[in-house]
């Protein structure tokens, strides 16, 4: 097959600390390959020189066998080149079509057939997402459909996806890997950056390993197991402990204190009349398909969205009826919300490490006079990313900086600094790498071992299973099954989700 892109001796520094170091890579027209690594080995890097966000610092890069430079995402995708990122890059306050269409746009517009073509462009794709509706009201899973629709529609001869699957549910991330096969077929070449392993070992053609910005193998699809593409990328054994039999090896925790109960709460088609409790000393998986309503729900009791006024039902904390009006009255009250959402809920992305974890501290309202002592903000930093192990170029660096796992070990920290004692943990590892999976899933452990209530929200079936007590299942709305980890199977919560 034709080399389509080249690197040779690819380094990128920032500061003068080399993200990628000295790579040589190399893409072949109609292939599928997969880049992967742990956050912060220089994925992301490495694929933004090619969609035009960075330049080389030395080295080369080439297309078609002749030497290339972007200056800009706009010329990489006149040569062909359209990236969808990790985090999405949408206008909020546009809606769906016209994202799709953005930079493409006619001399003469109709906003009616503009919709139209973008309705017909997704149902081609298979997504279900309404053209109509502002990117604002999406979640996460379909923000990361319109930008696959986007880049599709802009007809690249080169894709590169970051983590495209990390929001999606199962089906939706079938129709997302027919697409690919379709993309291949019609000769375009796709690299996929996923660390989720088992699909880069299904779908890519060839697999790349990165590990602290260098390459450490390339090879064929067929030459890997999970356990060599897992020691390529930390450079030692890593048993099956992660998502192993460790769900039917150890015993659940006993449920202490009901914390907090959610009773007949209603939101607009959202939520409709959902039920749950949620025990202190336990760990509470909640586990839905996109649409369910289970991060509204934890939303509701965490004062991020409001229940309905009239007939919304009631919310009590430690028995006692509440009403939060503003997310930081439950931050108040011991709730913290750590969401799925990290680039738009969770950080304010140009502003520092310590500024960041700092900010939980001051929405405590522990400093009525909103004083700000630097040398504290950083002292706790300090503490919080050694003990979450955070990766970063220097402890001033800016979070926009940060890989997108170490992005979410800020997250976490900024929300665990407020000493809560009930947490609630929307997709805690997605994006994230496995060494950094097994460190999220240990802190959720040991808070869930000191006796605070943890409810961990996730898509990933394995997940729920290795870390709940107990699993609550939603769909359409409400809370429809409930079951111990020691009866429940995939393909138990499967089905309750599912019928």
């Known amino acids: 097959m034709t080399t389509v892109v080249e690197f040779r001796n690819a380094t990128k520094e920032f500061r003068g600390n080399p993200a990628v170091r000295n790579v040589d890579f190399a893409l072949k027209q109609g292939e599928v390959h997969a880049l992967v690594g742990e956050n912060g080995a220089g994925k992301s890097t490495l694929t933004k020189v090619l969609a035009g966000l960075y330049p080389l610092t030395s080295g080369q890069m080439l297309m078609d066998g002749r030497p290339a430079y972007f200056a800009s995402p706009a010329e990489a995708m006149e ?21 799709i269409f953005l930079g493409d746009e006619s001399f003469f517009n109709r906003l009616r057939g503009i919709n139209i073509k973008a309705q017909q462009h997704l149902q081609r794709l298979n997504f279900h997402v309404e053209p109509t509706a502002l990117v604002s009201s999406l979640g996460a899973a379909k923000k990361q459909m319109v930008e696959i629709a986007r880049a599709v529609h802009h007809n690249a001869r080169i894709f590169i996806f970051d983590e495209p699957t990390a929001t999606l549910t199962p089906e939706e991330k079938e129709h997302f890997f027919a ?19 088992e699909e880069a070992l299904s779908h890519a053609d060839r697999i790349s390993v990165l590990r602290d910005g260098e390459l450490i193998v390339t090879d064929d699809t067929a030459n890997f197991t999970r356990e060599t593409i897992v020691q390529a990328m930390v450079g030692r054994q890593l048993t099956d402990e992660l998502y192993g039999n460790a769900a039917t090896l150890r015993t659940p925790r006993a449920p202490g204190e009901k914390v907090l109960a959610l009773e007949n709460v209603s939101m607009g088609k959202a939520v409709r009349s959902a039920t749950l409790s949620v025990f202190a000393g336990q760990v509470t998986g909640l586990f839905g398909l996109v649409g369910a309503g289970r991060t509204e729900m934890m939303k509701i009791a965490a004062g991020v969205l409001k229940r309905d006024f009239f007939h919304g039902g009631r919310i009590r904390l430690h028995g006692e009826p509440v009403r939060f009006r503003v997310p930081r009255q439950a931050v108040t009250r011991g709730i913290a919300y750590i969401t799925e959402d990290r680039k738009v809920d969770g950080l304010f992305d140009t502003m520092g490490i310590a500024q960041n974890i700092f900010l939980g501290k001051l929405v405590q309202g522990s400093n009525p006079l909103s004083v700000v002592s630097m040398t504290e903000a950083r002292e706790n930093a300090a503490q919080w990313i050694k003990s979450l192990n955070v990766r970063s170029i220097s402890d001033t660096s800016r979070v926009v900086e940060l890989s997108g796992g170490n992005q979410q070990k800020v997250v976490i920290a900024k929300s665990l600094i407020q000493e809560p004692s009930i947490i609630i943990f929307d997709e805690p590892t997605r994006g994230v790498d496995v060494g950094a999976i097994a460190e999220i899933h240990q802190i959720i452990e040991a808070l869930a071992d000191a006796g605070a209530a943890v409810v961990v929200i996730s898509s990933y079936l394995p997940e729920v299973l290795n870390l709940s ?8 709305g409400r809370i429809v099954e409930e079951m111990t980890v020691d009866e429940a199977t995939e393909e138990k919560i499967m089905y309750a989700a599912v019928h």
Request: proline share 2%; no cysteine; glycine share 6%.
């Open 179 to 197: 697409l690919v096969d379709r993309l291949k077929g019609e000769g375009a070449s796709i690299i996929f950056i996923s660390h989720a392993l």
């Open 469 to 476: 007590d107990r699993i609550l299942v939603a769909r359409q």
């Open 79 to 99: 040569a062909g080149v359209a990236m969808v990122f990790q985090e999405t890059n949408l206008i909020p306050s546009m809606n769906v079509a016209q994202n």
